[in-house]
C-alpha cells in the first residue's frame, strides 16, 4: 500500500494501551505464512482487529509499543495500517520498522487526545499529528 507521504492521512484510530508485544503483534510462531499472520494480528488485545481493521487505519498506543522480542511490525503495514502513533517505543521495534519503512510517530500525550474510532490526521511532512475533531 503507498501513500502520498507530502499529503496528511486522515485514519479511523484503534486505541491500544501500554506494552504492546511483539508476540501479540506479529505472533509468526503459531501462524508463519503472511495470509495467517494477517487473521491473527492483534487478536491478543483485540480479538476484532484482524477482521475489522481497513486500509488507512491508524494504530495508537500508550507507552513501550513493540516490546518483546525482535520481530517487526511488517504484518501491521500488510493489513493496511497508514501509521503507528505511540507515547514511546520500544528501541529494536523502532528500529527495525525504520528499516522496513513502517512510519512510527511517538507523541507523548497522544492517548489523550483521541479515543478509538476517531479520526486522527496524521502530517508526515509536518512531524505532526491531530484530532481533527477537536484540534488538539
Known amino acids: 500500500m503507498g501513500f ?3 499529503q496528511p492521512i486522515r485514519g479511523k484510530v484503534w486505541k ?3 506494552s504492546i508485544e511483539t508476540d501479540a503483534i506479529n505472533p509468526y510462531y503459531r501462524y508463519p505464512t503472511m495470509e495467517e499472520l494477517k487473521q491473527h494480528t492483534m487478536e491478543a488485545y483485540r ?3 484482524p477482521k475489522q481493521v481497513k486500509p488507512g487505519d491508524i494504530v495508537v498506543a500508550g507507552r513501550n509499543f513493540g516490546c518483546g522480542s525482535s ?3 511488517l504484518v501491521l503495514r500488510e493489513v493496511g495500517v497508514a501509521a ?3 507515547e514511546s517505543v520500544a528501541r529494536l ?3 527495525n520498522n525504520i528499516s522496513r ?3 512510527i510517530f511517538m507523541a507523548p500525550g497522544i492517548t489523550g487526545i483521541v479515543e478509538d474510532g476517531e479520526m486522527l490526521e496524521v502530517d508526515y511532512a ?3 499529528v491531530r484530532n481533527p475533531a477537536s484540534g488538539k
Open 4 to 6: 502520498d507521504l507530502n
Open 16 to 18: 491500544f494501551g501500554d
Open 47 to 49: 480479538p476484532e482487529f
Open 71 to 73: 520481530r517487526p511490525g
Open 84 to 86: 503507528i502513533v505511540v
Open 93 to 95: 521495534f523502532l528500529r
Open 101 to 103: 519503512a513502517i512510519p
Open 126 to 128: 509536518n512531524g505532526r
